[in-house]
C-alpha cells in the first residue's frame, strides 16, 4: 500500500500536530493494520510535555500511542497467522524473542529493550506508535478480536491488561479484602478486574471525582486520604486485620509506605504506577520483615491479552463503563484536553483515525 495517512505528530516539547506522513510499509514478519480505535493514556500527556525526550520517545518528530485496535490490511510474506480483513487489538511491548526473558515469557521485559535491529519494539515508546490511520506492528504483538468486542473494547485491552498482569503479579485472595491505591482508569479497571476473579470486598483510596466515580463504577468503599485517616479506616473495614492485597496505581509519593501499612500479616502490594524520575520512597522495612508482606512490581501486560478478551466476551469483566468519550483524529486537541484535565468525567478516551 502507498500514499499518505494523516497522524499525530509530536515535534517538540508540547507540540504535537496533525500531519500528513507516509503510510509505512511492513516487513516480512509485520503487518500494516488500519487503526480504528486509539485509547489516550497517561503517558502520552506526560511524553507530550517533553521531560522523557530523548528515552521516551527517542527521537523526534515522533508518533506516540500505544493503545489501540484496528483492522489487518496488508501482511508480511513471513505471516501465517492473519490475514487481511481480521480485527486485532496490539500490545505496547514485542520482545525480541530469543533473549532469556523472553524465551521465559518475559518479553516485556526483554534484555534488548530498545534495540530495534534485534526485533524489539516498544509502540509509542521506543517505536513508531498508533496515533495514526496506519501503523506497522509485528504479528506476535497482535490478537484477534472476537466478533462481540468493540474497537473501543480492543483499544482499552493494553490498559486492563495492566491491571491483569499486576493481578497475576501479587495474586488474589478469593473472598479476600483488596484496597487499590489511585482512582485513575488502571486503578478502577483493576480494581474491577480483581472483583471478577473473586475479591470479596474493593476499597479504594484516592480524592475528587474520580474517587465518587469509582463508588458507582468498581468499589464498595471508597477513603478520601485527604479527609479521613487512611490506615484507621481501613483497618475498620478489615476488622483489625488489613488487606490481603494492596494494588498502588497512583505512583504519588508516600503511596508504598502506606500500602505497607495497611496490608495485613503476609499480605501482598503489587505496584505498577510509574514514581516521576528521582521519587525515592522510604519505606518500613522493618513491618516488612516482621509481617512477611510481599512487593511486587509489574510492568505492562505480557501474556494476558487473551484470558481477559475471554472475561469480556463472555460477560465477566465490562470495561465499556470506563470508556467516556469518542473523538475524531481532526479533534485531537480536544480529545487530549478532556483526557488530560478530567472534563465531562473523562476516563479511557478514544481516538478515532478512520471514523
Known sequence: MSGDMNAIVMNAANSISLEKVDIPTPNDDEVLCLVEAVAICG?????????????????????????????????????????????????????????????????NLCLNYGNEEAGHRHYGHKSTGAYAQYGV???????????????????????????????????????????????????????????????????????????????ELCADEVIDFEKEDVIKQVMEI????????????????????????????????GIVGLPSPGNIEEVDNRKLIIDEISIFGSRANPNVSARLLSMISSGLLDINRFITHFFSMDDYEKAFDYFANRKEGALKVIIQPNP
Open 43 to 107: 503517558s502520552d500527556i506526560k511524553f507530550i510535555k517533553g521531560d522523557t525526550i530523548g528515552s521516551w520517545p527517542p527521537y523526534l518528530p515522533f508518533i506516540l500511542g500505544h493503545e489501540w485496535s484496528g483492522t489487518v490490511a496488508e501482511i508480511g510474506r513471513n505471516v501465517k497467522n492473519l490475514k487481511i480483513g481480521d480485527r486485532v487489538a496490539g500490545e505496547a511491548h514485542s520482545g525480541c524473542g530469543f533473549c532469556k526473558n523472553c524465551k521465559q515469557g518475559r518479553y
Open 238 to 269: 478489615t476488622d483489625g486485620i488489613g488487606a490481603d492485597e494492596v494494588f498502588e496505581c497512583s505512583g504519588a509519593k508516600g503511596t508504598l509506605n502506606q500500602a505497607i501499612q495497611i496490608a495485613r500479616k503476609g499480605g501482598k502490594i
Open 137 to 215: 506492528f509485528y504479528n506476535k504483538s497482535l490478537t484477534q478480536l472476537p466478533d462481540n468486542i468493540s474497537f473501543a473494547e480492543g483499544a482499552v485491552l493494553d490498559a486492563a491488561g495492566t491491571g491483569l498482569h499486576l493481578i497475576d503479579q501479587a495474586g488474589i485472595s478469593a473472598g479476600g479484602n483488596v484496597v487499590v491505591i489511585g482512582p485513575g482508569p488502571i486503578g478502577m479497571i483493576t480494581a474491577a478486574t480483581a472483583k471478577a476473579l473473586g475479591a470479596s470486598k474493593i476499597i479504594m483510596i484516592g480524592r475528587g471525582s474520580r474517587l465518587k466515580k469509582s463508588s
